[in-house]
């Protein structure tokens, strides 16, 4: 029996050395969603910009408000006006929702406190200083820091950019990655196969699974077995790529051609990771024409092994890339599960409760189909004994199912 291989985290620590934040490019708000900011971003401006209606009323001086009063109406303020009037004392404005505030008005009534009056208006509450007006600052003062280096942004952190009037920021890009699938057998997905051809899963899923993790995708396959032919598509691929990811062609077998090409270059290294599914990994660097050395990962060809090996080691990977932290997710088992003694293993699992999952029935090497049907992916550790209902595990989320 084979033995079980090094820990899946000392793999992850060989890829995760081979990789670096990618160098920081300016883009506009538009195509900043879902990119990893590479610097504190602060404002420039205050956020509001100037004193205005919080909704729309009266604008007055409260010391004219103390009590019950009714009012002369000298005028309308309209959202946008860039004309500020003057407030007399002992008359008010009507407001509308964000129009600035008029200079001698220290609050606003809203129309529900009044008898909304054109000429003359009755105030039947009096209001206190401040009272439904947004002071220019109170949300964000200039100088603050609205965005932090290494914030992952989201539509929010980009409608406060534009709130405090930045239009551009500097951001890591998403990272290229290049899809290489080997092995005689494959034929491309969605064309019908040969007697004695598999259709070529594998790219959709690491393409799709790469684009999910936010980085962009290229196909660079299938490639035959010939060490030659996958050293010139592996060489074309690391031009345009941040990441190359290959899979099959890293077992022991007399057509792995991956190991076969790679195995004897400087800085790349095969050999088992104990882990189930995807025993066999691989990884190491190939060197552009431009002169970057461009990470390789080489995950195992079996259809679930690719795309479990794929999430724990090459997702990572892209990750630092784009420069985003290191997330871990942990749900509660709400049925035992078996554990293996030498290696972790990967298991299909769905949500039965917020936050509780179990694993689904069957056959875990190689079944698509439960993958498919699962919510997440459960990390077991070695271990030997079976985790009890209740424990903590690990969890991979499966897209937005999760």
Known sequence: MA???????????????????????????????????????????????????????????????????????????????????????????????????????DAVVPFEWTDRGVDRVVVSRPVTAGRHVRRSGEDVAAGDVVVTAGAALAAAHLALLAGVGIDSLAVRPAPRVAVVATGAELAVAGRAAEPGQVADSNTVAICAAAQAAGARATIFGPVPDDPAVLVGRLTAAAEDADLVVTTGGVSAGDHDVVKAALRDREGFWFGGVAVKPGRPQGCGTVVASDGRRVPVVCLPGTPVAAYCSFRLFAEPALHALAGRPARSRRAVLDAPVEVAADRATVLPAAFVAPGRVAQLPGHVGHSQRLLAAADVLLVVPPGGAPLPAGSEVEILSLGERA
């Open 3 to 105: 033995e079980p291989g090094v820990p899946v985290a000392a793999h992850l620590d060989r890829i995760l050395a081979l990789v670096a934040p990618l160098p920081p490019v300016v883009v506009p708000l538009a195509e900043a969603l879902g990119l990893v900011s590479a610097a504190d971003v602060a404002a420039p401006a205050d956020l509001p910009r100037f004193d205005h209606a919080a909704m729309d009323g009266y604008a007055v001086r409260a010391a004219d408000v103390s009590a019950p009063v009714e009012l002369p109406v000298l005028g309308v303020v309209a959202a946008g006006d860039v004309t500020r009037p003057v407030l007399a004392p002992g008359t008010a404005l009507r407001i509308m929702t964000g129009a600035p505030v008029p200079a001698g008005a």
